[in-house]
């Protein structure tokens, strides 16, 4: 995506909705699963880490019992957590019912000198993702007095034509109609058509 894109449109910059109103009465089995899989680890890891059973796991994790207080120090060291972290409440997710339709050729138009942009869903702001169609008007890797960063990651999809994809540490490929590629954006990268006519894409960039 070219420099500057987000700090044009502050509207469109990438934030945390604050949902501290919907908060869900504590259930200690829910939450010690909640940790569980953040940190990715089956029943089985989880049992092997903490020395309790798997069994009891599996128990304790559906509320069909309650931990004892020795239970509860063998999962804060096993799972490296402190303890009072078993105690903080999940939060309750609600639907907030956000929707932003965009027609047809409708976006919001942003060219560049290499990059003809429409972005998309403008009218949503603290958006955790931002999408955006393209077409590629560059046809050289000179075009670019620099590779493009920006923090987050980001999605690209061709819709038409193809393109070279350039990226600091891999070698440069090329993608045609229906590839797509998921990429970390602090990587530098840029893009050229390689098609006759400019290549159409679709971004996707969160944070």
Not at 63 to 69: D, G, H, L, R, V
Not at 170 to 193: K, T
């Amino acid at each position: 995506m070219p420099e500057g894109i987000l700090d044009d449109y502050p509207s469109l910059t990438l934030a945390k909705e604050s949902v501290d109103e919907n908060i869900e009465p504590l259930k200690l089995g829910y939450r010690i699963k909640e940790i569980r899989g953040k940190l990715g680890i089956t029943l089985e890891e989880a049992s092997q880490r903490t020395g309790l059973a798997r069994s009891t796991l599996s128990k304790i994790e559906n509320e069909q019992i309650s931990p004892t207080f020795q239970a509860m120090q063998k999962l804060a060291l096993g799972l490296q957590i402190d303890m009072p972290q078993l105690f903080e409440p999940p939060r309750k997710k609600v639907a907030t019912g956000r929707r932003d339709m965009t027609r047809s050729n409708q976006g919001k138009p942003h060219p560049t000198q290499t990059y003809e942009h429409e972005l998309l869903a403008t009218q949503l702001s603290n958006k955790k993702m931002m999408p955006f169609k393209s077409r590629i008007h560059a046809r050289s890797f000179d075009e670019y007095s620099d590779w493009v960063r920006h923090d987050g990651e980001e999605f690209l999809l061709i819709l038409s034509g193809s393109v070279m994809f350039y990226s600091e540490f891999y070698e440069p490929v090329e993608m045609f109609a229906g590839d797509s590629v998921y990429y970390d954006a602090n990587m530098g990268h840029m893009l050229i058509s390689t098609s006759d006519d400019d290549a159409h894409i679709l971004w996707v960039t969160a944070k």
